[in-house]
């Protein structure tokens, strides 16, 4: 969510501190500020909005101190105003933090009380004034933090900065992620490694209740239990983590359009394609045979991506799938049966409510198996297994190639499962891997009609409020149909399987409302079909995304019409994912939005 950066150097951080925040811009953020040591007194530049505007502050004023902490971020306590953006300070120290303090009014009220002025709305403020009490207590720095860290209840990222303490920077971590790095011309910390790229050659990231200690010379970690420790190294390529838009005009139709390559990459991670089999890349750490239930659970878009997934395992593998929405899930206390397996999809890894899900399923004796397209991130080293996605950095707040290659690990997962529980036959496994195999082409020749989905988006775009609709597979893509065009073009959009148009939203159909149909080739597209004849038949504005065959079975007049290529229907939701992310996307755009950083929105949400 709220981006963090910390930088000890040898020459002004103000430049690197604002690079690295441009580095942070996908997660979401609606107000930026840094805090410098100017002479050894500490020095605030905030600004809500865009990064441009803080930029715009540093030009008329720049800054020349050689320590720095920076921060993106996203609303969640108090307005998006310049008073309540980060940094935070107090009595000679400040503070950036990602996260949510959940106890913050009772340390603002026992804090008001010995007398300190606070100066925001945000929770995040009581941080720096807890802090500052154990300074005028006597407590030096790092003992003041550690004292502090005791009394905060919630999840948090947190770097201080200290008046004349020319040489030092203290993090910490509670529940959201946070790193610190080694470079040849200083220290850092980050909240992703993504930030740190252009400057870090080597990182550590800091173990759940780990707090961090920055001096130019050494770093220095400490547990939970405030013992000095080691943590684990690795180096950081900074090519790796190089991202721009090339020839595209936003980051997401870059994305989009890099979905063929994508997906292919994470399929060549899971398929022998000479063999005709799926080849996980790690060993399962069950007996397939003997598991009980499947329970999935995510966030948003990755949610959808398992309810695609949820079709694929039982009808391939034969296994009983639930899911819920990692918001719900620990709450309703689900009972969870003995040999079950608890798989989680995240893009991130760092997702709050997910990785509350996976512990609360590890807590109940389940097999644990993630979905992530971070390697380091907390999901993936807290699962027994964690399965890859190999999608690169996504910038785009709206998920595109991230969810397309959640569905590809799904898929080829799916197949492993189906042929260790004696399922699928070998002649099974060889047809579907070909067809999942042949999906990368197919995405490709979706991409080709993006000249005929735009005058299709411009239509949608005048809408105020559109209906997606779809059965099996295609009816999570169509809730994922609704979710993208509310993202990005802030029109209502809702989704809904295309059985349920009788028992209610048929009511909202007429001439105005546009009515998406997904019409891929499967057993369902004959009722589909006369679904959406219901609709021609109140007048209904028709979108059919389908076939040649599919418009051909339709015979009625449509509003619009985006053909896809003749496919297999076993994977179908990854091809007919591309004229939807189009669809929404061109919408914005011709209306006129930030498409890559959506009002309200974060990429990241590491609070619950």
Not at 197 to 223: M, N, S
Not at 251 to 279: C, N, W
Not at 323 to 351: M, N, W
């Amino acid at each position: 969510m709220c981006g963090i950066v910390g930088i000890l150097g040898r020459e002004p951080v103000a430049p690197a501190l604002v690079e690295a925040l441009k580095r942070l811009e996908y997660r979401g953020y609606d107000s930026a500020g840094l805090a410098t040591l100017e002479k050894g007194r500490l020095t605030r530049v905030r600004a809500s909005g865009k990064l441009r505007n803080l930029e715009d502050k540093l030009a008329a004023a720049p800054l020349s101190g050689l320590v720095g902490i920076a921060h993106t971020r996203w609303a969640t306590h108090g307005r998006p105003t310049e008073a309540n953006a980060h940094p935070h300070a107090s009595a000679g120290l400040a503070v950036v933090h990602n996260g949510i303090i959940e106890n913050f009014r009772e340390l603002r009220e026992e804090l008001s009380a010995k007398g300190h002025v606070f100066a925001t709305e945000t929770d995040s403020e009581a941080v720096a004034h807890l802090v500052a009490e154990e300074r005028r207590s006597g407590a030096g720095p790092r003992e003041a933090v550690a004292s502090a860290l005791t009394r905060l209840h919630g999840a948090f990222a947190l770097a201080f900065l200290f008046d004349g303490e020319e040489d030092l920077l203290i993090g910490a971590r509670r529940g959201a992620p946070l790193a610190a790095g080694w470079g040849r011309d200083g220290v850092y910390l980050g909240s992703d490694a993504l930030a740190l790229a252009p400057f870090a050659h080597t990182i550590a990231y800091l173990e759940e209740g780990d707090h961090v200690v920055l001096t130019r010379d050494k770093i220095t970690f400490y547990d939970a239990a405030g013992r000095e420790t080691e943590r684990r190294r690795q180096p950081l390529q900074a090519g790796a983590f190089l991202v721009d838009k090339g020839n595209h005009r936003h980051f997401m139709a870059k994305e989009i359009a890099e979905q063929p390559e994508v997906v292919g990459r994470t399929l060549s991670h899971y398929l022998d394609l000479a063999a005709g089999k799926v080849r996980l890349p790690f060993d399962l750490p069950f007996d397939a045979e003997k598991l009980s239930r499947v329970t999935i659970s995510a966030c948003g878009t990755a949610y959808y991506a398992g309810l695609i997934g949820r079709y694929w395992i039982e009808r391939h593998a034969r296994l009983a799938v639930e899911i819920d929405i990692a918001s719900e899930f620990r709450y309703r206390e689900a009972p969870l049966p003995a040999h079950g397996l608890t798989i989680l999809v995240s893009q991130s890894g760092e997702t709050a409510d997910t990785l509350a899900a996976l512990r609360y399923a590890k807590a109940q004796g389940q097999h644990i198996l993630s979905i992530v397209n971070v390697e380091t991130s907390t999901i993936a080293r807290e699962s027994d297994t964690a399965a890859l996605t190999l999608a690169g950095p996504e910038i785009g707040v709206a998920s595109t190639k991230a969810f397309t290659c959640q569905l590809a690990v799904f898929a080829a997962l799916a197949i492993a499962l189906g042929r260790a529980r004696g399922v699928l036959s070998e002649e099974d496994e060889q047809r579907l891997v070909r067809e999942l195999a042949a999906t990368p082409g197919q995405m490709a020749a979706a991409l080709a009609r993006e000249a005929e989905i735009e005058p299709v988006a411009r239509d949608v775009a005048r809408a105020s409020s559109v209906l997606y609709l779809g059965r099996g597979a295609a009816y999570p893509l169509a809730l994922e149909g609704a979710l993208k065009l509310k993202e990005l073009s802030y029109i209502h959009a809702e989704g809904y399987a295309a059985g349920e148009l009788k028992h209610g939203p048929i009511a909202l159909i007429d001439y105005a409302m546009p009515v998406i149909v997904l019409a891929p080739p499967d057993a369902t597209l004959e009722k589909t079909v006369s679904n959406l004849q219901e609709v021609a038949a109140r007048g209904g504005h028709l979108i059919l995304i389908g076939s040649a065959a599919a418009r051909a079975a339709a015979a009625s007049e449509l509003a619009g019409f985006i053909e896809l290529p003749e496919i297999s229907s076993a994977f179908a939701p990854l091809v007919y994912a591309i004229p939807v992310q189009l669809l929404a996307y061109h919408a914005a755009v011709f209306m006129g939005k930030d498409v890559d950083q959506p009002r309200n929105l974060a990429k990241s949400v590491t609070v619950e």
